[in-house]
C-alpha cells in the first residue's frame, strides 16, 4: 500500500478550510429548520381569532397574528420602501401612521406595492380621509436587513427608505405606537398584497447547505487522492527535486 504524503501545505489549507464548509452547511441547515418553524406559525395563527389593537403590547411574539384596526390614516407622515420587485417591475411599498381610535395606540400600516417605472414622476397614491375598518397580521422581520448605505434622517415627506423600523418613526414622530409593521390584507384601503411568509423557502437553505457539504467533500477526497499519488521524489513542499540537487 501506498504511503500517505499529503505535504504540510495541502494539510495547512484544508485545515484551513473545512471546519469552515462544515460550518457554513450546518448553519444553512440551522436556517432551514428556522424557516420551517416560522412558516408553521405563520399557518397557526392566520387561523387564530383577530386580536384587537391594544392587546397587541401584550403579546410576548405577536408575529403573524391578524388584527382588527378601526381609525384613521397620517396621510402626512408616509414611508415608500424602495427596491421592491413584482413581476419585474420596480416599485415600492407604502406604509403609513394609522391611528387605532378603540386603544388610542399608533400602528404603521403597510398598505401594499405601487409601480414605480420612472423615478423622476413622485409615487402616486390615496389616502382615505374617513375613519376606516382595516384586517392586518403583524410582521415581525426575522433578523436585521442589511444596509450598504443607512438612510439619510429626515427629509421631506414621503420619505423613501430602504429598511422600515417602526420604533424610530414613532421616536421621530414623538408618539407611543406599536413597534412592528402590520400588513394590510385585502380591502379597500391595500394595493397590491402578496408578499412571501418569508424570502426565502426552507428548500432553498437546504439547496445551499448541500452545496456546502459537497465542497467540504470534494476537498477531503482531493486531499486524500494527492496524499497517496504523490510523486514520492517531491520534497515536502510539493515541488521535484532537480537532478542537480541529487548529486
Known amino acids: 500500500m501506498k504511503p500517505f504524503r499529503p ?10 478550510l473545512l471546519p469552515g464548509l462544515i460550518a457554513l452547511g450546518c448553519w444553512q441547515l440551522d436556517r432551514a429548520e428556522q424557516r420551517r418553524a416560522l412558516m408553521a406559525t405563520y399557518s397557526e395563527r392566520q387561523l387564530a381569532a383577530p386580536v384587537m389593537a391594544a392587546q397587541l403590547p401584550q403579546l410576548a411574539d405577536p408575529a403573524f397574528y391578524p388584527v382588527h ?7 402626512q407622515h408616509s414611508l415608500l420602501l424602495d ?6 417591475k420596480a416599485g415600492v411599498e407604502l406604509l403609513q401612521p394609522f391611528h387605532d381610535q378603540a386603544s388610542g395606540q399608533w400602528l404603521l400600516v403597510n398598505r ?21 375598518a382595516l384586517e392586518a397580521s403583524v410582521y415581525v422581520a426575522p433578523g436585521k ?5 443607512p438612510d439619510p434622517p429626515g427629509g421631506p415627506w414621503p420619505h423613501l427608505l430602504t429598511v422600515i423600523d417602526a420604533a424610530s418613526l414613532w421616536q421621530q414622530l414623538g408618539r407611543d405606537g406599536f413597534g412592528h409593521e402590520l400588513r394590510l390584507q385585502a380591502g379597500p384601503a391595500s394595493y397590491r398584497l ?9 428548500e432553498k437553505h437546504v439547496g445551499y447547505a448541500t452545496q456546502w457539504f459537497a465542497l467540504a467533500t470534494t476537498l477531503v477526497l482531493l486531499y486524500l487522492y494527492f496524499g497517496w499519488h504523490r510523486h514520492p521524489k517531491e520534497n515536502r513542499h510539493g515541488h521535484r527535486r ?3 540537487e541529487r548529486a
Open 194 to 202: 402578496d408578499w412571501p411568509v418569508v424570502a426565502m423557502g426552507p
Open 145 to 149: 436587513a442589511f444596509q450598504l448605505h
Open 242 to 244: 532537480h537532478p542537480a
Open 7 to 16: 505535504g504540510l501545505v495541502p494539510t495547512l489549507v484544508v485545515l484551513a
Open 69 to 75: 384596526l378601526y381609525g384613521r390614516f397620517d396621510s
Open 83 to 88: 427596491n421592491q420587485m413584482r413581476d419585474g
Open 112 to 132: 401594499g406595492w405601487l409601480p414605480w417605472p420612472d423615478r423622476r414622476v413622485p409615487v402616486q397614491f390615496a389616502t382615505p380621509e374617513a375613519a376606516v
